[in-house]
């Protein structure tokens, strides 16, 4: 590819809502133009890549036995209704109507489309296993799309789904998706984690996310050091901190604590260790009665230590919340405590509260908490004493230094990006769709399910987030647009330089490099900036000076620092041997 006859479009400066580096520099490089909030125009330039990153996976998709076929963006309402997500899925999923007044939906995922398709195409046991995946657009109606293409509406991803004869056969397709995913993002060039994580709104049981390591991260790794332990923060087990609880040593003791609605502000001004206080988390399950009439809402009262933080995730599996929940409001919290928020406390609660304690809580004992009335706390409360023991359960977030779950050492905290995601389905869409197969002798049996997805769009903005320096992208060989761009200096008058910068390039083509040559004959200092903010990894700089001593230039995009000569006729040679495949 030569310049001219390809579109480069930089800017110096990247728009004032493009909000993580990301998004700043594949703006300025050219590679997206936004189009609306969260939808992205892929311009020439941000598409190699996007196509690299497709080429990729599905190579390792076809090689792990995996089919490919082609789902549609539209799908109907009725597959839908039938899996029960119509109205589970929540906002993000866009519904429209047709002309007819019929309801459809934006696909955000496949699993109900693919499961029709089982249903109906797979008759026998002999037909099993089969995986079938496609790569394509979905649409997500995120309440406030950002990040760039890391948070947008419109996407690109990889869905996969197997389909098996029984749990031990489900158990294998998993484990063929995990080990293919690891090679696709190593082939990616990658730092990545695969750990272990809820299944979300998708439903299943065993799931693994494959996260990028970035600062940028929205999600929080929890992972052991001394082991292969790591999960999303949201799954990691907390274990409580002490070693039992304590037998009681003081008495319980109403204080007044006027106007101080925070642990911290209440521990100051009684003069106790905070992480002697308890503070209290109401939360509310939406109910109604056997005619679908509302009922007031179940109350939750969830108890943390002062310097911990909720697991909502947790907390959703709750009994009382398994069917979704909110924070209660403060009308709710009147209502049930008779105190406004900042002094309740699991003293005396009413008993159609349900109270859970967290481990490190239950373990806690002389503490302080709220006395569920306005300006007054109690200290040297204790359960068992002052209180009925509460439902334990783990429900706060770890933190650094919390023992391992595995047993080997202790957590440390990294951020990543979810850019992979791998579940054990199990029969949640098959049995809801009545996807079955016909066993040896005949009878109908529940197909089991997998679901395999990858964020291929996202994946760009990731391999960013990990990778760039102040002059721009850093990208790994085997995704960036090209691979070696060749900078001549002074091309349209140099008879010499345009010989020498059109040989290589052929030469480059020949062995399979994806070059291209910058024929724009532009000042060096602009050429070299474009280049390096697109972030192309190998670059080599052709000038007369270094031709009379039959040498070109070479630098590495990581390492602009260290320019090495190389001969002009082992030029070829020397950068296909430097690029990774």
């Known amino acids: 590819?030569?310049?001219?006859?390809?579109?480069?479009?930089t800017l110096k400066e990247a728009p004032a809502d493009a909000d993580v580096v990301s998004q700043q520099y594949m703006i300025r490089a050219g590679m997206i133009k936004k189009l609306a909030a969260g939808v992205y125009t892929y311009m020439p330039m941000g598409l190699r890549t996007i196509r690299k990153i497709e080429a990729i996976i599905r190579e390792e998709m076809n090689a792990a036995g995996a089919v490919e076929l082609l789902m549609p963006i539209v799908q109907p309402a009725e597959l839908w209704q039938e899996s029960g997500r119509w109205e589970k899925?929540?906002?993000?999923?866009?519904?429209?109507?047709?002309?007819?007044d019929r309801d459809f939906v934006i696909q955000p995922t496949s699993e109900e489309v693919i499961t029709d398709i089982?249903?109906?195409?797979?008759?026998?046991?002999?037909?099993?296993?089969?995986?079938?995946?496609?790569?394509?657009?979905?649409?997500?109606?995120?309440?406030?799309p950002r990040f760039g293409v890391m948070r947008g509406?419109?996407?690109?991803?990889?869905?996969?789904?197997?389909?098996?004869?029984?749990?031990?056969?489900?158990?294998?397709?998993?484990?063929?998706?995990?080990?293919?995913?690891?090679?696709?993002?190593?082939?990616?060039?990658?730092?990545?984690?695969?750990?272990?994580?809820?299944?979300?709104?998708?439903?299943?049981?065993?799931?693994?996310?494959?996260?990028v390591i970035a600062n940028a991260g929205e999600d929080v790794i929890a992972y052991a050091p001394e082991s292969d332990y790591a999960a999303n923060i949201e799954l990691a087990e907390a274990f409580s901190v002490l070693e039992g609880r304590q037998a009681p040593a003081e008495t319980m003791e109403k204080r007044a604590t006027p106007g101080k609605e925070k642990c911290e502000a209440v521990a100051e001004y009684l003069g106790l260790d905070l992480l002697k206080s308890v503070k209290s988390v109401v939360l509310a399950a939406d109910r109604v009665n056997e005619k679908g009439e509302p009922m007031p809402a179940k109350i939750v009262l969830v108890l943390l230590r002062a310097d911990h933080e909720l697991n909502e995730v947790k907390a959703g599996h709750l009994p009382e919340l398994k069917e979704g929940f909110r924070f209660a409001t403060d009308d709710e919290i009147m209502q049930a405590f008779g105190s406004k928020p900042g002094y309740l406390g699991p003293v005396g609660v009413k008993e159609d509260v349900a109270v859970y304690a967290d481990r490190t809580v239950a373990d806690m004992s002389d503490f302080c908490c709220g006395a569920n009335e306005e300006g007054f706390h109690y200290t040297g409360v204790n359960f068992g004493r002052d209180l009925p023991e509460p439902a334990v359960?783990?429900?706060?977030?770890?933190?650094?230094?919390?023992?391992s779950p595995d047993g080997c050492g202790t957590l440390k905290l990294q951020r990543g990006i979810e850019v992979g995601h791998v579940f054990f389905l199990g029969t949640?869409?098959?049995?809801?769709?009545?996807?079955?197969?016909?066993?040896?002798?005949?009878?109908?049996?529940?197909?089991?399910?997998?679901?395999?997805?990858?964020?291929?769009?996202?994946?760009?903005?990731?391999?960013?987030?990990?990778?760039?320096?102040?002059?721009g992208i850093i990208w790994p060989d085997s995704i960036a647009p090209f691979e070696a761009v060749i900078c001549p200096m002074n091309y349209a008058k140099s008879?010499?330089?345009?010989?020498?910068?059109d040989e290589l390039y052929e030469e480059l083509k020949a062995k399979g490099v994806d070059v291209i040559l910058d024929d724009r004959d532009m000042r060096p200092g602009v050429m070299f900036a474009d280049w390096e903010l697109i972030g192309v990894p190998h670059r080599i700089v052709i000038g007369d000076r270094g031709l009379k001593n039959g040498e070109v230039e070479y630098a590495a995009r990581g390492n602009l620092a260290e320019k090495i000569m190389v001969k002009t006729a082992e030029a070829a040679d020397f950068v296909a041997g430097r690029i990774r495949k």
């Open 1 to 9: 590819m030569r310049a001219r006859s390809f579109f480069l479009s």
């Open 495 to 501: 008879e010499d330089v345009r010989k020498a910068a």
């Open 393 to 403: 359960a783990d429900l706060r977030n770890v933190v650094e230094g919390d023992r």
């Open 428 to 471: 949640r869409y098959s049995e809801a769709l009545g996807a079955t197969y016909l066993d040896e002798n005949g009878k109908p049996q529940i197909l089991q399910m997998g679901c395999y997805g990858i964020g291929v769009t996202r994946l760009a903005g990731a391999a960013i987030e990990q990778s760039h320096d102040e002059k």
């Open 89 to 100: 899925y929540g906002a993000e999923l866009l519904r429209i109507k047709d002309r007819h």
């Open 153 to 211: 509406r419109e996407f690109t991803m990889k869905d996969a789904y197997s389909f098996d004869r029984d749990e031990e056969g489900a158990s294998k397709s998993y484990d063929a998706m995990y080990a293919a995913y690891q090679k696709i993002f190593t082939r990616l060039g990658l730092m990545f984690r695969a750990v272990r994580a809820d299944t979300g709104a998708i439903g299943g049981s065993r799931s693994h996310e494959f996260q």
């Open 118 to 144: 089982a249903r109906q195409e797979i008759k026998s046991w002999r037909q099993l296993p089969v995986n079938f995946y496609h790569i394509q657009t979905k649409f997500r109606d995120e309440r406030r």
